[in-house]
């Protein structure tokens, strides 16, 4: 069983940045990043294989939000900038231990989930 750990949220205002990071305790084929925002429901953010540089993200966040990761470390990362109030939420990291055919976007996809860190964007 791989354990998943987030770290880096926090409060700040919009127009802010933040860098989260998620470190995972083994291997993992690929990892994204969802958020929940009270009353909503769970969303993906942005996903990234372990192997080669292919990512994608929620047209949401596309341009505001990079995805990257240190293999070595087995952590991966969520660069946000031009943070807004939307923004706000609960983000989690995810991973699949391989390949499963189940498109990026969707939770029963992942195998493997952290316990969140929040984020908060003050107008």
């Known amino acids: 069983q791989v354990q998943l750990v987030e770290s880096g949220g926090g409060s700040v205002q919009a127009g802010g940045s933040l860098r989260l990071s998620c470190a995972a305790s083994?291997?993992?084929?690929?990892t994204s990043w969802f958020r929940q925002a009270p009353g909503k429901e769970r969303e993906a953010v942005a996903f990234i294989y372990t192997a080669g540089a292919s990512t994608s993200y929620a047209d949401s966040v596309k341009g505001r939000f990079t995805i990257s990761r240190d293999n070595a470390k087995n952590t991966v990362f969520l660069q946000m900038d031009s943070l807004k109030p939307e923004d706000t939420a609960m983000y989690y990291c995810?991973?699949?231990?391989?390949?499963?055919?189940?498109?990026?976007?969707?939770?029963?996809?992942?195998?493997?989930w952290g316990q969140g860190t929040q984020v908060t964007v003050s107008s």
């Open positions: 995810a991973a699949r231990r391989s390949r499963n055919g189940i498109t990026w976007f969707q939770e029963s996809g992942y195998d493997y």
């Open positions: 083994g291997y993992t084929y690929s």
